[in-house]
């Protein structure tokens, strides 16, 4: 039946002939470990494709959406953090193996003829590898993505006479926007696969007509060894792609592709490319003002071009000197070492820069409030809302805006600001304070020092403290030991300056309801008040100019929260 | 398939079956993650506050024995992003005498439709395949399998709200989906 049916389907598609032909094919030399890069990188572009149509599934490319859904595909869909873990490391992968089997393919000489054309189909085929890396590295529309594109379209738009036009047109505008993912989406969905889909097709095709470049032996004993393609060369391939997979699955599922947090044009993000693309980031740091076209285009553009002429300066060499493939593949050989050598600078030097681990540190921090806000849904506005939907995080981005320059972080070194802010009004912050108002973490960087230090006993601290945290309208709160030190507030002499009537005396603020939001809001709106600092002001006065009232509200919040957090200086 | 080969037909029986093992692992492993991933969406959805009642006006806004259709408007979570009001569909409502109120989907049971209101002959029509149901919703002609489907009303002092479902169209019970 099986059989019949085979017969059938030959007899209208001759498939057995082709498999056969394919199967049996003659491996002149004989089967060989060197020679499975090749396959193992047809496999590894097939699951590309497989894992990028699933992606696909779940992708939307708009500003509003990207981040959102590739969030969504990490933590919603099943299995899509591994798929997308795939994707990610797969096109590491594939760099790598292009590498490997250049280098193979230019040892055994593979440039010379008669293989110059399929040298060439796979040079553009690493050109569309690397197209495919660059812009499918944008599509999650995060900061790494967003700020690491940016240098590379930026560098289109240095082209003399047409560059800002190139710019403008793969951006799809004079900036950053729906339009630069939709154009890049096309370019990694559509044109760039189906160029690599031509261009695989004529490389296998013109492999089959030559076969693998054969080790330098004289033809009969080539002939003698010879094998056919299965059993041997197909077990070495297979096996070597199997590994190859494999240790990407193992990668891919112990690490999961990073997702930093969404694209925010207003912020201060360390741009750095994909590891593959670094050597070109490096290099830009040898290049300065009027040279920068060397580095961008000109020595990159060299070394593709003799890569990609290779056939024909080693046709032009080797009248002159018989060896000269080999010669060529040692030039390309060290070429490469160099790149490798760069890359390794970029990442020496990000090493031993402490301001690159700070920021990447805060990087990462962004990215998990990101995601943990998300785990709601992402506004319809887009995922930078998720910040201003949540009064504490935007709070503490309007502070480290508004505030920071005055009201430094507890943790700077040697401080020297206004009072640090965070664990403010929390048991602890107020009783550092009472026993030592002066310290610089306080009053000690002011010209208030008129207040004395505390220095009653620990229950009476104890007391004075719970009172004052009782003003922020507090749920935790004892209130007996907040009535004790109610009592003490005017036996230990802080009535004499401190008022508790909500209008003050201008000597020192008052002190009902200190630290709630009506206090905090009412403070910051106009801090020279005699109910506040009078004429002891320091601070600038936040109107609602400076500070509109949808911020001030989150600062309110995110100051009040304050008081459960931990302080932050010794 | 018989070729000159060094490798004697044992060895090549043996590497031929490791090949295909090693080759279908490599299917295997690529398979799961995205098999597994495209199916995700078949899985049970977790139950979302989708059946919080959606206000649609004042009893005032309405006359009584006449049918108005209002949009359902609330906040909705679609896959990753959330908004604060989309239209969630339709319905035609009607206040009776007695101040309460029956609502209709303006889904058509049929094949999902919108259903009109046909004021001159006085029913519901359905625009694609010419159902019409009754000011009741009772199935008067047409494809429909069944009448309109019903959708509970709650008055709240003033306020209408209406509980909105949406029920599997092309059959004759009544089945949410
Ligand atoms: S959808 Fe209404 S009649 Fe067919």
Known sequence: MLKRFGDWLDSRTGHRALMHSALFERVLGGARWRYVFGSALVVLILLQAVTGIALELYYSPSTTDAWASVNYIETQVQLGSLVRGLHHFGASAIVILVVLHLLQTAWAGAFRAPREVNWLAGFVLMQIILALALTGYLLPWDQKGYWATQVATSIAGTLPLIGEKLQTFLQGGASYGNLTLTRFHTLHVILLPAGLVLFLGIHLALFRKHGVTPPDMPQEELERRAEPFFPKQLFYDTAFAAAVVGTLFFVAFSQGAPLEGPADPSSQYLARPEWYFLPLFQLLKYFEGGAELLGTVVLPGLAMGFMATLPFIHAFLVRRLPQAHRALALVLTLGLAGVGALGALAVASDRKDPAVATMAARAHEEALEARRLATKGVPTAGPLELYRNDPIVWGARVISAQCQSCHQACDTPNYTGSPCLEGYASRAWIARFLRNPRAPHFFGNTKIDEMDAYTGPQESLDALVEFLYSQGERPDVTVALAKKGEELFDGEGCASCHTLDGVGSGMAPDLKGWASHAWTAAFIRTPGAPRFFGELNEMETFDHTRLPEDELRAVTLWLHAQASQPLKFP | ?177
């Not at chain 2, 090549?12 to 969406?41: H, Q």
């Open chain 2, 1 to 177: 398939m018989s070729e000159p080969s060094s490798v004697p037909p044992t060895r090549r029986g043996f590497l031929g079956a490791i090949t295909v093992l090693l080759g279908g692992a490599i299917a295997a492993l690529a398979a799961v993650p995205v098999l597994g991933s495209i199916l995700s969406p078949l899985r049970p959805a977790p139950r979302t506050g989708n059946d919080v009642p959606i206000p649609v006006g004042n009893v005032s806004d309405f006359t009584v024995g006449v049918p108005r259709r209002v949009e359902l408007v609330r906040s909705v979570t679609d896959a990753w992003s959330r908004s604060e009001a989309t239209t969630v569909g339709a319905a035609w409502l009607t206040r009776k005498a007695d101040g309460t109120f029956t609502a209709l989907s303006t889904i058509c049971p049929h094949l999902g439709c919108g259903v009109n209101m046909d004021k001159q002959r006085g029913h519901f029509a359905c625009p694609c395949h010419t159902s019409a149901f009754a000011m009741d919703g009772a199935r008067l002609e047409g494809p429909a399998p069944r009448g309109m489907d019903p959708l509970t009303v709650e008055v709240r002092g003033q306020a209408v709200l209406v509980h909105y479902r949406r029920f599997k169209q092309g059959i004759s019970e009544r089945e949410e989906v």
